[in-house]
Structure formats: C-alpha cells, structure tokens
C-alpha cells in the first residue's frame, strides 16, 4: 500500500510564497518522477512541475521562474516553493508519485490535495 501525503497549503496574500511538501510512504521499490498539479474551481487539473529522480525539472509555463520543484530521495519526499503568488494561483493542488512498488507493480500515485489560497 502507498500513500502520499501533501502539507504546507494556506492562505497567503499576492506577491507572498509558501511551501508545499509530499511525501510517499509505504510498499515503495523506487520512484521515478514526482510532480504536482492543481485544480482551481470550475476548471480542470492542470500539471504543474515535474522531477526526475536525477533531478530534472519541467514547469508548467504559468508557473516558469516563480515555483520551484525539489526532493529529496532519501526520504521519498517532494517539495514545491511557490514565490510571486498570484490569485489565479489559487487552487488545490495534488501530490504525485511514479513508482515502483516492491511487489513489482508500476502506477502512478495521488495524494488528497492541500489548498492554496491566494487573496488580499
């Protein structure tokens, strides 16, 4: 069984940053990407950012230069430094693992959400 599990969301006014945290726990062989997306209200999810387990990113261009995706191997654990925030911003945003299981099972893992919130 795995689990991923998102911290970190709030309410912070524009221009202000936060930092989000997942982490995956459980039956887990290897990881081979973490990334998160967000949901906003009435709208679709949408990817965010990405990172290798060699530390390649991507972003979404909405985001380029003001979020930052980080993990760290050891403890299964991705983060996500949101600066510059903006209202369109808001939304919840969701946690995801590629991974191995150690029974050899290959899926792709979500965690419940954290909401970020976005308002003066």
């Known amino acids: 069984q795995v689990q991923l599990v998102e911290s970190g969301g709030g309410l912070v006014q524009p221009g202000g940053s936060l930092r989000l945290s997942c982490v995956a726990s459980g039956t887990i062989s290897d990881i081979y990407f973490m990334g998160w997306s967000r949901q906003a209200p009435g709208k679709q999810r949408e990817w965010v950012a990405t990172?290798?387990?060699?530390?390649?990113?991507n972003y979404a261009d909405s985001v380029k230069g003001r979020f930052t995706i980080s993990r760290d191997n050891a403890k299964n654990t991705v983060f996500l430094q949101m600066n510059s925030l903006k209202p369109e911003d808001t939304a919840v945003y969701y946690c995801n693992a590629r991974l191995r299981t150690v029974s050899g099972l290959i899926n792709t893992y979500w965690g419940q959400g954290t909401q970020v919130t976005v308002s003066s």
């Open positions: 990172i290798t387990s060699g530390g390649s990113t």
